[in-house]
């Protein structure tokens, strides 16, 4: 840190300590935090902090935690001017003490580019955005690292929000999005390839795969350290697996083996529990047999029986009961595609006890065919119109049957009516 630097850090302290104590008034309290004041809450960081520097001076690495925790104090009450101070100061207490590439200091340039980004100052959170980035490859063996890669791929898929709603957020010109494009193969770096040199128009869909490429090598880097910590991280692993999935959803599967690469290459070669890699498989392939509906074409879909199918088998060989693969692969309510969102054909009994009974064949490309009404109680002729336009409609993940796709599978569901 240089001079000048060093000198600001205790003034800037300073300040920030006057200006907290001309607006809180003395005297102790006893109540757990919970149940303090916002006044109380001020005084007491502002004791400790004072205490603090008395005892080791302005520079103590113990003022990290109660001005970082000042600066989010400032924040929640809505001065971002002082909780931005606070938080800076401590920042410049992680760099004196542990040097300028600590998890710690990214830790506080988050909570930095909140406020900023909070205050309107676009162009100031994206350049700390950049620092925290940079903080992190610098510790891409922190498992720290993770949540913070992750809150930058969030912030792009929210940038590419807007963009494809019809705004125009200021970070598609700060990014130079237009300008640069995804590489059409591999991960490669964080540096994309040159495209040309326009900043502020150009091509909407080069904006559009490069915010979604970003954001999926972010996710990667962060699948990336995960595997490297290994068994302990296992949960995060399957939460990242499922939001990635999630998020396909919405943005389409490109660049999504970026992110489940390094995940399923992990699963395959240690010992994953046998549930967890047939999971991941069988969302892959719920996500082929969406792709191939999205795209109207099934020159595709050759592959995906494959996939379900190797997950049955691999469950059925280390001798999962077989009522447990059924349920995953033909239970008695089929599954509605995406599966990650609540299935629409599953129904609660009510007090009216009205329900239709309905049969139909899935395909094995997870269409509905045959549709056919069996019996109804209190049903009108809206409600069976409904379920068989829901059915229809619905995209279906194929029918296992015997360890094989089936050509089409015969279900009967009953569907209870809200009362």
């Not at 991280?233 to 399957?238: S, V």
Request: charged share 25%.
């Amino acid at each position: 840190m240089d001079s000048k630097t060093g000198q600001r850090a205790p003034k800037l302290a300073g300040r920030i300590l006057m200006f907290a104590v001309t607006v809180v008034p003395g005297g102790g309290f006893a109540q757990p935090d919970a149940e303090r004041s916002p006044s109380d809450r001020q005084r007491a960081l502002v004791e400790q902090i004072q205490e603090e520097q008395a005892r080791n001076g302005a520079r103590s690495a113990d003022l990290v935690a109660p001005l970082t925790a000042l600066g989010l104090f400032y924040q929640e009450q809505g001065d971002r001017a002082l909780a931005a101070a606070a938080l800076e100061q401590a920042r410049q207490i992680i760099r004196v003490n542990q040097g300028l590439s600590s998890v710690e200091e990214a830790y506080v340039l988050r909570q930095l580019v909140r406020i900023e980004e909070a205050r309107g100052n676009v162009e100031a959170a994206w350049e700390l955005e950049q620092e925290v980035l940079a903080l992190a490859a610098e510790n891409s063996d922190d498992l720290r690292v993770v949540p913070l890669l992750r809150e930058v791929a969030d912030n792009r898929l929210k940038v590419l929000d807007r963009y494809r709603s019809g705004e125009f957020p200021p970070q598609i010109v700060l990014g130079c999005y237009y300008g640069k494009r995804p590489p059409q193969a591999g991960p490669g770096g964080l540096d994309y390839l040159p495209h040309n040199d326009r900043c502020r128009s150009g091509s909407r869909r080069v904006v559009i795969r490069s915010l979604l490429w970003e954001a999926r090598l972010y996710q990667a880097r962060a699948a990336d350290v995960l595997v490297r910590h290994a068994p302990a991280a296992n949960d995060a692993l399957r939460d990242l697996v499922s939001d990635t999935i999630r998020s396909s959803y919405d943005y389409g599967d490109a660049f999504l083996e970026l992110v489940l690469r390094p995940i399923t290459d992990y699963e395959t070669a240690t010992s994953m529990p046998l549930l967890t890699r047939a999971e991941t498989l069988v969302q892959l392939a719920d996500l082929n047999v969406l792709r191939a509906h999205r795209a109207r074409s099934f020159r595709e879909y050759d592959a995906v029986p494959l996939q379900y199918e190797q997950a049955y088998e691999q469950l059925r060989g280390e001798g999962v009961a077989q009522a447990s693969i059924d349920e995953i692969f033909s239970p008695e309510i089929p599954v509605v595609l995406p599966a990650v969102y609540p299935n629409p054909l599953v129904s609660e009994k009510t007090a009216s006890a009205g329900f239709i009974d309905v049969a139909f064949d899935i395909t094995r490309y997870g269409e509905s065919e045959n549709e056919e009404i069996l019996d109804t109680k209190n049903a009108t002729g809206a409600d069976r119109r409904s379920l068989l336009r829901l059915i229809r409609r619905g995209v279906f993940r194929p029918r296992v049957v015997g360890g094989r796709i089936a050509e089409s599978s015969r279900v009967i569901v009953r569907y209870h009516l809200d009362d």
